[in-house]
């Protein structure tokens, strides 16, 4: 059925009006539909009331597992949308759909009201013969009067031939699925796009994972729900992945080694730290590694993947102290970290070989999996050694006095901290290149670090990288501006980039400043920040912990993601940082359920 430049598949056929935009209108995000020719014929299914099995719907009055359907209307489309709350835990549905060949396939989700603002929400989607869903979520406001919109989500390029989508809940999170759209692509589109799958691109973007996050809002038991954290990164300018474990030797995979978080632990302070333990239990009794599930999705999408851990992660206090609970730690009181006055701490001393070997160790098991790298996280926190006797014993060694009575910005403090680290730094490349040869490998193992915004905290905590470039025990680094025990200073301008460029120039060692996807600044000052580090020469951006389904930490509108992903992408960066940020496709709704928007807001009475 054909209405206007666009056919609808719903109980009434009257366009949806955001569909209409002309893509000469504003510059369109990399996944927006109006960037294809064809999106005047995309084929719109609204009647959300045709998924299947007819016994997971419901209407009326809401019940545990299952989607509500619930009627919508925008300014000239109206349609049935699927409908759960964060606690409804609804079972997966599917929706036929009738199109055939090469298609954009597109997913309107709307806002879910807190009742007074906006809440979180989400969903995820895959086609029935894709193994992966992707996640997704509508990072939008309400508008004006508490009025609802939908934001369009990205979902895939694929050739349609008989296959379903598949639209299954976010553990926690409620959902207003609306529609399903469905772009054809012209020959020429469907060439250039099938093409570009398998050009070997230049991507120049580092992505860090931490241990921890992608499994506790998720809750999953299969490597396929493992593997949903990665989908939505394969068309995105990330080429290179530092895979946190958790901490030091704290991990996520079945280790002999190492303890899993939370490892003998009955009482957690949230259920959401019980989540992660019963997740990593239930996979390990399947057999199923989390680390090797994303090794393997990294090489798939053909990313390097380094193994990093966070050196001082070893426990937590309360309510922590049983859910990051290193046994090694326990296991040795007299290796800790002590304060000058004999205080202990909960790190581990560094100027302990047995705590260098403990590492050494864990990165020897995770080397089973041949990633391309690994390599520390320093700027997650401080101090690897104080005054212990082992660190005493060595500053007496080398400057025939006693630490105890140096001062805490003593020079020779600094540099013992620093020979014993350069120690370190060593007995890992020697690791790796033993590795590498027992292993028959052409292409030696590299050794990535995150490390601290000005030379004067590098100094300080004993990471002498001038000395460790010269010896090629690291190759790549990621500057950040937020650690503590450092200086402090936590503003993105207090990167001191000119260092950086100063002692890796007419090196192999590469520097790369970072970004945090949690605290980017507003998405067109973003922009202007990378664009400046391009300007001055700097390889590409290191982005701590992206996720594709998150939306703007300051509020802006849209997904992250959209702009995180493209950030390698040098003439597109500065375009943005001039002209600023295109939005993404949003349709206003006049109508959900039974509200019917309008100026007098509801929930006033209460």
């Given at each position: 059925?054909?209405?206007?430049a666009l056919?609808?598949?719903?109980?009434?056929?009257?366009?949806?009006a955001?569909?209409?935009?002309k893509?000469?209108?504003?510059?369109?995000?990399p996944?927006?539909?109006?960037?294809?020719?064809r999106?005047?014929?995309?084929?719109?299914?609204?009647?959300?009331?045709?998924?299947?099995?007819a016994?997971?719907?419901?209407?009326?009055?809401?019940?545990?597992?299952?989607?509500?359907?619930?009627?919508?209307?925008?300014?000239?489309?109206?349609?049935?949308?699927?409908?759960?709350?964060g606690?409804?835990?609804?079972?997966?549905v599917?929706l036929p759909?009738?199109?055939?060949?090469w298609h954009?396939?597109?997913?309107?989700?709307?806002?879910?009201s807190?009742g007074?603002?906006?809440g979180?929400?989400?969903?995820k989607?895959?086609?029935?013969?894709?193994?992966?869903?992707?996640?997704?979520?509508?990072n939008?406001d309400?508008?004006?009067?508490?009025?609802?919109?939908?934001?369009?989500?990205?979902?895939?390029?694929?050739?349609?031939?008989?296959?379903?989508?598949e639209?299954?809940?976010?553990?926690g999170?409620?959902?207003?699925?609306?529609?399903?759209?469905?772009?054809?692509?012209?020959?020429?589109?469907t060439q250039?796009w099938?093409a570009?799958?398998l050009?070997?691109?230049?991507?120049?973007?580092i992505?860090?994972?931490?241990?921890?996050?992608w499994?506790w809002p998720?809750r999953?038991t299969?490597?396929?729900?493992?593997?949903e954290?990665f989908?939505?990164f394969?068309?995105?300018d990330?080429?290179?992945?530092?895979?946190?474990?958790?901490?030091?030797d704290?991990?996520?995979?079945?280790?002999?080694?190492?303890?899993?978080s939370g490892?003998?632990?009955?009482d957690?302070?949230?259920?959401?730290y019980?989540?992660?333990?019963?997740?990593l239990?239930?996979?390990?009794?399947?057999?199923?590694?989390?680390l090797?599930?994303?090794?393997?999705?990294?090489?798939?999408?053909?990313?390097?993947?380094?193994?990093?851990l966070r050196?001082?992660?070893?426990?937590g206090?309360?309510?922590?102290?049983?859910?990051?609970?290193?046994?090694?730690?326990?296991?040795?009181?007299e290796?800790?970290?002590?304060d000058?006055?004999g205080?202990p701490t909960f790190?581990m001393?560094?100027?302990?070989?047995e705590?260098r070997?403990?590492?050494?160790?864990i990165?020897?098991e995770?080397l089973?999996?041949?990633?391309?790298?690994?390599?520390?996280?320093?700027?997650?926190?401080?101090?690897?050694?104080?005054?212990?006797?082992?660190?005493?014993?060595?500053?007496?060694?080398?400057?025939?006095?006693?630490?105890?009575e140096a001062?805490?910005d003593?020079p020779?403090i600094?540099?013992?901290?620093?020979?014993?680290?350069?120690?370190?730094?060593?007995e890992?490349?020697?690791l790796?290149d033993?590795?590498a040869?027992?292993?028959?490998?052409?292409?030696?193992?590299?050794?990535?670090?995150?490390?601290f915004?000005?030379?004067?905290?590098?100094?300080?905590?004993g990471?002498?990288?001038?000395?460790?470039?010269?010896?090629?025990?690291?190759?790549e680094?990621?500057t950040?501006?937020?650690?503590?025990?450092?200086?402090?200073?936590?503003?993105?301008?207090q990167?001191?980039?000119?260092?950086?460029?100063?002692?890796t120039?007419?090196?192999?060692?590469?520097?790369?400043?970072?970004v945090?996807a949690?605290?980017?600044?507003?998405?067109?000052e973003?922009?202007?920040?990378?664009?400046?580090?391009?300007?001055?020469?700097?390889?590409?951006?290191?982005?701590?912990?992206?996720?594709?389904?998150?939306?703007?930490?300051?509020?802006?509108?849209?997904?992250?993601?959209?702009?995180?992903?493209?950030?390698?992408?040098?003439?597109?960066?500065?375009?943005?940082?001039?002209?600023?940020?295109?939005?993404p496709?949003?349709?206003?709704l006049?109508?959900?359920?039974?509200n019917?928007?309008?100026?007098w807001f509801?929930?006033t009475g209460?």
């Amino acid at each position: 059925m054909k209405t206007s430049a666009l056919a609808i598949l719903c109980s009434c056929a009257v366009p949806l009006a955001a569909a209409e935009v002309k893509p000469a209108q504003a510059e369109l995000f990399p996944t927006d539909s109006r960037r294809w020719s064809r999106v005047g014929d995309a084929v719109v299914l609204m009647d959300l009331a045709k998924a299947e099995p007819a016994s997971a719907l419901i209407t009326g009055k809401r019940e545990k597992g299952k989607w509500k359907l619930i009627p919508f209307t925008t300014a000239e489309s109206k349609g049935t949308a699927l409908s759960a709350y964060g606690g409804t835990g609804p079972v997966p549905v599917k929706l036929p759909l009738a199109a055939r060949g090469w298609h954009a396939v597109y997913v309107g989700l709307a806002t879910t009201s807190g009742g007074f603002n906006i809440g979180p929400n989400g969903i995820k989607a895959r086609l029935s013969d894709e193994p992966i869903f992707k996640r997704m979520a509508c990072n939008l406001d309400l508008l004006p009067n508490r009025r609802a919109q939908i934001q369009e989500q990205y979902l895939t390029v694929a050739e349609l031939k008989g296959q379903s989508l598949e639209i299954a809940p976010l553990p926690g999170r409620p959902a207003n699925v609306c529609y399903v759209k469905l772009v054809p692509l012209t020959a020429e589109e469907t060439q250039t796009w099938t093409a570009s799958r398998l050009e070997k691109r230049v991507r120049t973007s580092i992505a860090t994972f931490d241990g921890h996050s992608w499994i506790w809002p998720y809750r999953p038991t299969t490597a396929e729900q493992l593997a949903e954290e990665f989908r939505g990164f394969e068309d995105s300018d990330i080429g290179k992945w530092w895979f946190q474990v958790t901490g030091a030797d704290l991990v996520n995979y079945p280790s002999k080694i190492g303890t899993y978080s939370g490892e003998g632990t009955t009482d957690f302070p949230s259920g959401s730290y019980a989540a992660v333990t019963r997740s990593l239990e239930t996979l390990f009794k399947l057999g199923i590694n989390p680390l090797k599930v994303a090794r393997d999705a990294a090489k798939a999408q053909g990313a390097e993947f380094h193994v990093m851990l966070r050196p001082a992660g070893w426990v937590g206090s309360m309510p922590y102290e049983e859910t990051f609970n290193s046994k090694f730690y326990y296991a040795h009181p007299e290796w800790r970290c002590f304060d000058r006055d004999g205080t202990p701490t909960f790190f581990m001393s560094y100027a302990v070989s047995e705590v260098r070997r403990q590492l050494i160790e864990i990165f020897r098991e995770t080397l089973a999996l041949q990633p391309e790298g690994v390599g520390f996280l320093f700027n997650r926190g401080m101090p690897l050694m104080l005054w212990e006797d082992a660190f005493c014993v060595r500053f007496k060694q080398m400057h025939n006095a006693d630490a105890r009575e140096a001062g805490d910005d003593d020079p020779r403090i600094y540099a013992t901290r620093a020979a014993v680290m350069t120690d370190f730094m060593t007995e890992v490349r020697a690791l790796l290149d033993e590795t590498a040869r027992a292993q028959g490998r052409t292409t030696p193992y590299k050794i990535s670090l995150g490390t601290f915004a000005k030379e004067a905290d590098n100094v300080k905590w004993g990471l002498d990288l001038p000395r460790w470039i010269e010896r090629g025990l690291v190759d790549e680094l990621a500057t950040t501006w937020f650690a503590y025990h450092t200086s402090f200073e936590k503003t993105p301008g207090q990167i001191d980039m000119e260092y950086y460029r100063r002692i890796t120039k007419g090196t192999k060692t590469k520097a790369y400043p970072m970004v945090i996807a949690w605290k980017t600044g507003k998405p067109q000052e973003l922009c202007k920040n990378v664009a400046d580090y391009y300007v001055a020469g700097d390889p590409g951006v290191a982005i701590w912990d992206p996720q594709v389904e998150k939306g703007w930490p300051e509020g802006s509108q849209g997904n992250v993601f959209d702009v995180l992903g493209r950030l390698g992408d040098h003439e597109r960066v500065a375009r943005w940082a001039k002209s600023g940020v295109p939005q993404p496709l949003t349709v206003p709704l006049t109508r959900l359920d039974e509200n019917h928007f309008s100026r007098w807001f509801p929930n006033t009475g209460f």
